[in-house]
């Protein structure tokens, strides 16, 4: 009993943090004057399927920084191809995995969101041609290029301020 209290005590104490993480989260949105981050986060809540913790994450992990270009911005979170070039042998050793890992898994959840939820964009589109109906590991390869070019197409967005191809805000 004395242990099902002091479980039951450390599960009040744990909500409050929460609701308190999640109140300053939502008051965000709310801001009257926000400054580049805020904005950052108040674009990206606007997309359909992209809720308020990863815009969130996103911001403070990866859009805080400035990116020369694409490519350093996938290596960034660790998206980026892995050449192998060896004399006359030359083959891609798929992704590097030496960025973020939970970004990285952050993006992958979004891109697989992204592809039911936005299934009208120029993202979800390439998907379905490139996998063609298949299941298993293709449609896992594809997810990971996925959310290579979905990370890109929001950098691009917070950016210029045009939404992906295709993509549906919210209001």
Known sequence: AA???????RHRLLSAQL?????????VL??????RGVQQIQALAMLHGLGLGTATDL?????????RNRKALASFVGLSG?????????????????????????????????????PQ???????AERTGGAKGRIRKVRAVAGARKLLVALWHYLKTGELPGGAVAVK
Do not use: Y
């Open 3 to 9: 242990e099902l209290r002091r479980l039951l005590e």
């Open 19 to 27: 609701k308190q993480i999640e109140t300053a989260r939502e008051a």
């Open 30 to 35: 709310s801001e009257p004057q926000p400054n």
């Open 59 to 67: 911001v403070h992990e990866v859009f805080s920084r400035d990116f």
């Open 82 to 118: 892995t050449p192998f070039n060896s004399g006359g042998s030359e083959r891609e050793q798929g992704i590097s995995k030496s960025g973020n890992p939970r970004i990285r898994r952050l993006l992958l959840q979004l891109a697989w969101r992204w592809l039911r939820l936005q």
């Open 121 to 127: 964009s120029e993202l979800s589109r390439w998907f």
